[in-house]
């Protein structure tokens, strides 16, 4: 069982940068490829980004590509997501989500563990 908690979201302007941390429960962080998924009101949940084990390997979705840079710490449990540029468009609830598999994936039913979510708002 591994439990995620979500956090850094809030109120920023256009073309402002926040820090999204998902901290993770458990011994077995190292096991699980980590995604980070967002729900735009009205909208579908989309794929964001997502990160290997070791965190060696990184892929993103096209919409966020150059802007965000999703990282990990083993050692503290942790999972990031640096959102840098933000657009009005990437106004949502941002989901951090664990998989088994070792690079992850961008098709939701491949995570096992999911978080509450965080709310992040751009606008001026």
């Known amino acids: 069982q591994v439990q995620l908690v979500e956090s850094g979201g809030g109120l920023v302007q256009p073309g402002g940068s926040l820090r999204l941390s998902c901290a993770a429960s458990?011994?077995?962080?190292?096991?699980?490829?980590m995604g980070w998924f967002r729900q735009a009101p009205g909208k579908e949940r989309e794929y964001v980004a997502r990160i290997s084990r070791s965190g060696g390997r990184t892929y993103y979705a096209d919409s966020v590509k150059g802007r965000f840079t999703i990282s990990r710490d083993n050692a503290k449990n942790t999972v990031y997501l640096q959102m840098n540029r933000l657009k009005p468009e990437d106004t949502a609830v941002y989901y951090c989500a664990a998989s088994q598999g070792a690079l992850g994936s961008p098709v939701e039913s491949e995570y096992d563990y999911w978080g509450q979510g965080t709310q992040v708002t751009v606008s001026s």
């Open positions: 458990g011994r077995t962080f190292s096991s699980y490829a």
